[in-house]
T-cell receptor
Framework: EAQVTQNPRYLITVTGKKLTVTCSQN?????MSWYRQDPGLGLRQIYY???????DKGDVPEGYKVSRKEKRNFPLILESPSPNQTSLYFCASSLGREGLGNEQFFGPGTRLTVL | LAKTTQPISMDSYEGQEVNITCSHN???????ITWYQQFPSQGPRFIIQGYKTKVTNEVASLFIPADRKSSTLSLPRVSLSDTAVYYC?????????????FGKGTRLSVIA
Protein backbone atom coordinates (compact mmCIF):
# COMPACT_ATOMS: atom_id res chain seq x y z
CA GLU A 1 0.00 0.00 0.00
CA ALA A 2 1.33 3.41 -0.99
CA GLN A 3 1.72 5.48 2.13
CA VAL A 4 3.62 7.96 4.24
CA THR A 5 4.39 6.77 7.75
CA GLN A 6 5.42 8.81 10.76
CA ASN A 7 6.74 7.73 14.12
CA PRO A 8 5.96 8.23 16.85
CA ARG A 9 2.29 9.21 16.52
CA TYR A 10 2.25 10.75 19.98
CA LEU A 11 5.12 12.09 22.03
CA ILE A 12 5.34 13.93 25.33
CA THR A 13 8.77 15.25 26.21
CA VAL A 14 10.48 17.91 28.27
CA THR A 15 12.20 21.13 27.29
CA GLY A 16 15.69 20.63 25.92
CA LYS A 17 15.58 16.89 25.34
CA LYS A 18 16.57 16.19 21.75
CA LEU A 19 14.05 14.21 19.72
CA THR A 20 13.59 12.91 16.20
CA VAL A 21 10.33 12.29 14.37
CA THR A 22 10.78 9.86 11.52
CA CYS A 23 9.01 10.02 8.17
CA SER A 24 9.16 7.42 5.46
CA GLN A 25 7.41 7.02 2.11
CA ASN A 26 7.25 3.98 -0.18
CA UNK A 27 6.24 5.75 -3.41
CA UNK A 28 9.71 6.70 -4.65
CA UNK A 29 8.74 10.36 -4.36
CA UNK A 30 11.39 13.01 -4.85
CA UNK A 31 9.69 15.77 -2.85
CA MET A 32 9.17 15.55 0.90
CA SER A 33 8.05 18.14 3.38
CA TRP A 34 7.27 18.80 7.03
CA TYR A 35 4.39 20.92 8.28
CA ARG A 36 3.14 21.95 11.65
CA GLN A 37 -0.46 22.68 12.40
CA ASP A 38 -1.63 24.87 15.25
CA PRO A 39 -5.19 25.98 16.10
CA GLY A 40 -6.17 29.04 14.08
CA LEU A 41 -2.94 29.07 12.07
CA GLY A 42 -3.56 26.39 9.50
CA LEU A 43 -0.69 24.38 8.06
CA ARG A 44 2.73 25.96 7.98
CA GLN A 45 5.67 24.48 6.16
CA ILE A 46 8.82 23.86 8.22
CA TYR A 47 11.30 22.36 5.76
CA TYR A 48 11.10 20.65 2.42
CA UNK A 49 13.38 18.59 0.24
CA UNK A 50 13.38 18.40 -3.54
CA UNK A 51 15.63 15.32 -3.57
CA UNK A 52 18.35 13.48 -1.70
CA UNK A 53 20.79 15.86 0.00
CA UNK A 54 18.68 18.87 -1.05
CA UNK A 55 16.74 20.65 1.70
CA ASP A 56 15.27 24.14 1.99
CA LYS A 57 13.62 26.20 4.67
CA GLY A 58 9.88 26.66 4.69
CA ASP A 59 7.93 29.34 6.49
CA VAL A 60 8.81 28.36 10.07
CA PRO A 61 12.20 26.57 10.16
CA GLU A 62 13.52 28.01 13.44
CA GLY A 63 14.27 25.34 16.02
CA TYR A 64 14.14 22.44 13.56
CA LYS A 65 16.60 20.47 11.50
CA VAL A 66 16.07 17.92 8.75
CA SER A 67 18.18 15.59 6.69
CA ARG A 68 17.60 13.69 3.45
CA LYS A 69 20.24 10.99 3.15
CA GLU A 70 17.90 8.51 1.47
CA LYS A 71 15.05 9.15 -0.90
CA ARG A 72 12.45 7.45 1.25
CA ASN A 73 13.28 9.02 4.64
CA PHE A 74 13.02 12.59 5.85
CA PRO A 75 13.44 12.85 9.63
CA LEU A 76 12.57 15.98 11.58
CA ILE A 77 14.99 16.79 14.39
CA LEU A 78 14.35 19.05 17.35
CA GLU A 79 17.75 19.59 18.97
CA SER A 80 16.39 21.46 22.00
CA PRO A 81 12.59 21.39 22.03
CA SER A 82 10.69 24.20 23.67
CA PRO A 83 7.02 24.46 24.69
CA ASN A 84 6.21 26.64 21.66
CA GLN A 85 6.99 23.62 19.49
CA THR A 86 4.03 21.78 20.93
CA SER A 87 2.00 21.08 17.83
CA LEU A 88 0.62 18.54 15.38
CA TYR A 89 3.23 17.66 12.78
CA PHE A 90 2.64 16.25 9.32
CA CYS A 91 5.07 14.80 6.86
CA ALA A 92 4.16 14.78 3.17
CA SER A 93 5.63 13.53 -0.08
CA SER A 94 5.06 14.14 -3.75
CA LEU A 95 6.46 13.22 -7.14
CA GLY A 96 7.36 16.89 -7.37
CA ARG A 97 8.07 16.84 -11.08
CA GLU A 98 7.27 19.53 -13.61
CA GLY A 99 3.80 19.23 -15.07
CA LEU A 100 2.46 17.15 -12.23
CA GLY A 101 1.37 20.01 -10.03
CA ASN A 102 1.22 19.80 -6.31
CA GLU A 103 -0.42 16.56 -5.25
CA GLN A 104 1.06 15.71 -1.88
CA PHE A 105 0.42 12.61 0.19
CA PHE A 106 0.31 13.25 3.91
CA GLY A 107 1.21 11.05 6.82
CA PRO A 108 -1.12 10.46 9.78
CA GLY A 109 0.49 13.12 11.93
CA THR A 110 2.58 13.25 15.11
CA ARG A 111 1.16 15.03 18.11
CA LEU A 112 4.06 16.49 20.09
CA THR A 113 3.80 18.00 23.56
CA VAL A 114 6.82 19.74 25.07
CA LEU A 115 6.54 20.40 28.80
CA LEU B 1 4.84 33.85 -2.86
CA ALA B 2 1.18 33.58 -3.79
CA LYS B 3 -1.00 34.27 -0.76
CA THR B 4 -4.54 32.95 -0.66
CA THR B 5 -7.73 34.24 0.91
CA GLN B 6 -10.69 31.99 1.64
CA PRO B 7 -13.85 32.35 3.73
CA ILE B 8 -13.26 31.16 7.27
CA SER B 9 -16.38 29.02 7.39
CA MET B 10 -19.44 27.95 5.43
CA ASP B 11 -22.59 26.03 6.23
CA SER B 12 -24.64 23.91 3.84
CA TYR B 13 -27.49 21.45 3.93
CA GLU B 14 -27.08 17.91 2.73
CA GLY B 15 -27.69 17.45 -0.98
CA GLN B 16 -26.79 21.01 -1.94
CA GLU B 17 -23.93 22.11 -4.14
CA VAL B 18 -21.21 24.00 -2.28
CA ASN B 19 -18.87 26.50 -3.89
CA ILE B 20 -15.79 27.71 -2.03
CA THR B 21 -13.89 30.57 -3.60
CA CYS B 22 -10.22 31.30 -3.10
CA SER B 23 -8.54 34.58 -4.03
CA HIS B 24 -4.91 34.59 -5.15
CA ASN B 25 -4.20 37.94 -6.74
CA UNK B 26 -0.44 37.51 -7.14
CA UNK B 27 -0.43 34.03 -8.63
CA UNK B 28 2.67 33.38 -10.72
CA UNK B 29 2.72 32.10 -14.28
CA UNK B 30 3.89 28.62 -13.32
CA UNK B 31 1.68 28.20 -10.25
CA UNK B 32 -0.92 25.47 -9.97
CA ILE B 33 -4.05 25.77 -7.85
CA THR B 34 -4.58 22.80 -5.57
CA TRP B 35 -7.32 21.99 -3.07
CA TYR B 36 -7.06 19.72 -0.07
CA GLN B 37 -9.59 18.36 2.40
CA GLN B 38 -8.76 17.74 6.04
CA PHE B 39 -10.72 15.92 8.73
CA PRO B 40 -9.90 16.48 12.42
CA SER B 41 -6.59 14.93 13.51
CA GLN B 42 -5.88 13.57 10.04
CA GLY B 43 -3.47 14.65 7.35
CA PRO B 44 -4.85 16.70 4.45
CA ARG B 45 -6.08 14.75 1.44
CA PHE B 46 -5.67 15.95 -2.12
CA ILE B 47 -8.95 16.74 -3.86
CA ILE B 48 -8.22 18.42 -7.16
CA GLN B 49 -5.78 20.69 -8.93
CA GLY B 50 -5.80 22.82 -12.05
CA TYR B 51 -3.94 25.43 -14.00
CA LYS B 52 -6.69 27.14 -15.98
CA THR B 53 -10.34 26.84 -17.09
CA LYS B 54 -12.22 23.90 -15.57
CA VAL B 55 -11.13 20.61 -14.12
CA THR B 56 -13.50 17.88 -12.96
CA ASN B 57 -12.91 14.59 -11.20
CA GLU B 58 -15.12 12.11 -9.39
CA VAL B 59 -15.44 14.23 -6.26
CA ALA B 60 -15.23 17.91 -7.28
CA SER B 61 -14.88 20.53 -9.96
CA LEU B 62 -12.46 23.40 -10.04
CA PHE B 63 -13.25 26.59 -11.94
CA ILE B 64 -10.45 29.00 -12.79
CA PRO B 65 -11.18 32.24 -14.68
CA ALA B 66 -8.92 33.49 -17.43
CA ASP B 67 -7.01 35.91 -15.17
CA ARG B 68 -6.36 33.11 -12.64
CA LYS B 69 -6.65 35.52 -9.72
CA SER B 70 -9.28 33.36 -8.07
CA SER B 71 -10.61 29.84 -8.20
CA THR B 72 -13.76 28.07 -7.05
CA LEU B 73 -14.00 24.57 -5.68
CA SER B 74 -17.40 23.06 -6.34
CA LEU B 75 -18.65 20.08 -4.35
CA PRO B 76 -21.84 18.60 -5.84
CA ARG B 77 -24.56 17.31 -3.52
CA VAL B 78 -22.63 17.38 -0.26
CA SER B 79 -23.24 14.88 2.51
CA LEU B 80 -22.49 14.95 6.23
CA SER B 81 -19.16 13.24 5.55
CA ASP B 82 -18.01 16.29 3.57
CA THR B 83 -17.82 18.28 6.82
CA ALA B 84 -14.15 19.21 6.92
CA VAL B 85 -11.65 22.02 6.41
CA TYR B 86 -10.81 22.82 2.79
CA TYR B 87 -7.50 24.42 1.87
CA CYS B 88 -6.64 26.27 -1.29
CA UNK B 89 -2.95 26.11 -2.15
CA UNK B 90 -1.21 28.07 -4.88
CA UNK B 91 2.30 27.34 -6.04
CA UNK B 92 4.37 24.61 -7.58
CA UNK B 93 6.55 22.04 -5.87
CA UNK B 94 9.32 21.63 -8.41
CA UNK B 95 10.29 25.31 -8.54
CA UNK B 96 12.46 24.93 -5.49
CA UNK B 97 13.36 27.60 -2.90
CA UNK B 98 9.73 28.58 -2.61
CA UNK B 99 7.83 27.33 0.42
CA UNK B 100 4.20 26.41 -0.04
CA UNK B 101 1.62 28.31 1.95
CA PHE B 102 -1.58 26.53 2.88
CA GLY B 103 -3.42 29.35 4.59
CA LYS B 104 -6.09 28.87 7.21
CA GLY B 105 -8.67 27.06 5.14
CA THR B 106 -12.47 27.09 5.02
CA ARG B 107 -14.39 25.10 7.59
CA LEU B 108 -17.40 23.54 5.87
CA SER B 109 -20.22 22.29 8.05
CA VAL B 110 -22.86 20.15 6.38
CA ILE B 111 -26.17 20.02 8.18
CA ALA B 112 -28.78 17.27 7.84
Amino acid sequence: EAQVTQNPRYLITVTGKKLTVTCSQNMNHEYMSWYRQDPGLGLRQIYYSMNVEVTDKGDVPEGYKVSRKEKRNFPLILESPSPNQTSLYFCASSLGREGLGNEQFFGPGTRLTVL
Amino acid sequence: LAKTTQPISMDSYEGQEVNITCSHNNIATNDYITWYQQFPSQGPRFIIQGYKTKVTNEVASLFIPADRKSSTLSLPRVSLSDTAVYYCLVGVLYSGNTPLVFGKGTRLSVIA
